[in-house]
């Protein structure tokens, strides 16, 4: 479920109670959360704390986590899902900027990162984030191929590489705080 589907605390908590359910009598094996703004770290750990959940996914890109705030509430859900065993997945690993004016010529909602080094670098970064489990490509099909070509060849950033990479050059491909879901009640 993702979290811009959450406007009302009692339509998360009904969505919530339906999934569980539905894992409890068998349809499927694994209940999780997804978010794709700024709150949805903070979102995610509110829903740990109601319900056992299996999986999260929310952005882990450098750009994202140079926010300090948003850096914050990504370690505070990555502590609470290692604690409880919970699955994460990065999304937007290799994301680089919004496409503003510029012509899209890729399949991604937002301007991936151009080059294989970049796409790698991304990669890296995702996936040496402490308690992050995976990534999910992107939806561009020769962008995904290079992503998953990074994987091959994947070393971890050490701590002053993962830092290094955080970085504000670029606006956030998704400047969502406005429609972020609220805090829950």
């Known amino acids: 479920m993702g979290s811009p589907h959450w406007r009302y605390p009692d339509q998360r908590s009904e969505a919530f109670e339906v999934i569980l359910e539905a894992r409890e009598g068998g349809l499927t ?3 999780g959360v997804t978010g794709h703004d700024l709150g949805a770290p903070r979102a995610h750990l509110e829903a740990l704390r ?6 999260v996914m929310f952005p882990v890109y450098p750009r994202v986590m140079a926010d300090s705030d948003y850096r914050a509430d990504v370690e505070a859900l990555l502590a609470e899902c290692i604690d409880r065993d919970v699955g994460v997945m990065a999304i937007k690993a290799v994301a680089r900027r919004p496409w503003g004016n510029r012509k899209p010529d890729t399949r991604t909602w937002y301007e991936p990162q151009r080059t294989p080094e970049g796409i790698e670098q991304g990669v890296r ?4 984030t402490p308690g992050v489990d995976a990534f999910c490509t992107p939806s561009d099909k020769a962008t995904a191929r290079l992503a998953i070509d990074a994987t091959e060849r994947f070393e971890p950033l050490d701590a002053t ?6 970085s504000t050059d670029e606006d956030l491909i998704f400047p969502l705080t406005e429609r972020a879901a609220p805090a829950w009640s």
Do not use: I, P
């Open 29 to 31: 094996k694994f209940a």
């Open 50 to 55: 109601r319900y056992d959940l299996d999986t």
């Open 125 to 128: 970064f995702a996936l040496s």
């Open 161 to 166: 590489e993962w830092v290094a990479l955080l």
